[in-house]
């Protein structure tokens, strides 16, 4: 039986930040795919991730109530990755960058 998960994040940095950025990092981080193509109703689903040792990122979007935060769905297979170590391996990787 495979068995993924997805988990919403919300990250609020110290300063102002442009979501294009935030693309790029995601994208040249090791162990990440971006998939995130909302216009065409491409994000990270469980069926997708089952069998992948990577963490799949999308629908990225800023959070209106702050200025420095953004949200982002998250999904992984938990068999190969457990989902709490994925958000802190993503926010790890964001502050390296910065």
């Not at 069926?47 to 998250?74: A, M, Q, T």
């Not at 391996?89 to 390296?96: A, D, G």
Request: with cysteine; hydrophobic share 35%; aromatic share 8%.
């Amino acid at each position: 039986m495979k068995i993924a998960t997805g988990e919403s994040i919300n990250i609020e940095f110290e300063n102002n930040f442009e979501l294009d950025d935030v693309r790029k990092i995601l994208e040249n981080s090791k162990g990440v795919v971006l998939y995130d193509d909302t216009k065409n109703n491409i994000y990270p689903l469980p069926s997708v991730v089952n069998g992948h040792d990577e963490v799949y990122v999308g629908r990225i979007r800023k959070d209106f109530s702050n200025p420095n935060s953004l949200n982002l769905w998250c999904v992984a297979d938990n068999i190969r990755k457990g989902a709490a170590s994925n958000a802190v391996q993503i926010l790890e990787e964001i502050l390296k960058k910065h």
